[in-house]
């Protein structure tokens, strides 16, 4: 996870310098798609199985419609309208925003500290969001991190399905229709392909978007969703460290203490119980 969160945070930073050669919706979509290729032709040099059956590959096509296509879209736009360091925020609010579906879908219970911890965080995120700019950039981030959520929760469902051929599709489908609708919106591609732009492209699709994804799928399979997402947390230290790093962008104080409130909220659900607090601390 420690690989992931540093890899999404370093793809705020990377998306920031790619919008200088591309536009919004065509290098969005063009992330997607060059990670699924690359997946792809990995999975065929391994004669790994294709998913059977139409209602699988019905999932996978609405995996990549929400995980792809809206979510890339929107934190592409939300990047493009807000601070570096306060998109990587606000795109990265899924541990509060799974919370409740994990319960009522996968039935993962629910304990008093974790839901504090749920409303600590949103007030966090709330102090980074206002500083930043708020408006059209903080509710398009913040759509971005409910259609991640909604992705996570969907990739649960295709557990048993070989991770790197199901990743692999998802990113082409949703890379298929985000060039689809950037060709729709922004119409025919103008794309400065400088040595930049290649780099920019190449370390955003395939290490923040082929690997970082791969590992955070197989993941899902395989542990409480609260939990795991929990560790999203991290991604915007990483995003906010480089973009002051790089860019030069410093934090004003509320959006200091926003993020110190984000971080204590994880570690107040990812701190482990003894036996006594845990009884104390009944399931909701």
């Known amino acids: 996870m420690l690989f992931v969160t ?3 945070g370093a793809c705020f930073l990377a998306i920031e310098w790619g919008l200088r050669d591309a536009p919004v919706l065509w290098f ?3 992330r997607g798609l060059v990670a699924g290729v690359a997946l792809l032709l990995l999975a065929g040099a391994q004669r790994r199985p294709a998913p059977p059956g139409l209602r699988v590959w019905g999932q996978i096509t609405l995996l990549g419609l929400v995980n792809v296509t809206i979510a890339f879209a929107a934190m592409f736009a939300g990047v493009a309208g807000l601070a570096t360091g306060t998109a990587a925020v606000l795109a990265n609010a899924q541990p509060l925003l799974i ?7 996968y039935g993962e219970a629910l304990s008093r500290r974790t839901v504090m911890a749920m409303v600590f965080g949103f ?9 930043g700019g708020g408006g059209e950039g903080a509710v398009l981030s913040l759509t971005a991190a409910t ?3 909604a992705g996570t929760l969907l990739s649960r469902r295709l557990g048993g399905l070989d991770v790197i051929v199901t990743t692999g599709w998802h990113f082409v489908i949703g890379g298929v229709a ?6 729709a919106v922004e119409g025919a591609p103008l794309i400065a392909w400088t040595p930049r732009f290649v780099a920019v492209l190449g370390f955003l699709s395939l290490i923040g978007t082929a690997a970082a994804f791969v590992v955070w799928f197989t993941e899902v399979q395989r542990s409480r969703l609260d939990q795991l997402s929990a560790w999203t947390f991290l ?8 973009a002051a790093l790089v860019l030069g962008e410093r934090p004003d104080g ?3 203490i926003g993020l110190f409130t984000v971080l204590v909220a994880l570690w107040i659900i990812l701190r482990p119980q003894s036996a006594g607090s845990a009884d104390a601390d009944e399931a909701l």
């Open 6 to 8: 540093a890899a999404w």
């Open 28 to 30: 969005a979509a063009l």
């Open 99 to 105: 919370l409740l579906p994990a319960w009522w879908l």
């Open 123 to 131: 007030a966090g995120l709330v102090l980074v969001a206002v500083p």
């Open 147 to 149: 259609a991640i959520t």
């Open 178 to 183: 985000g060039a689809a609708l950037a060709a």
């Open 235 to 242: 991604t915007p230290v990483f995003g906010i460290a480089l």
């Open 254 to 256: 509320w959006t200091a």
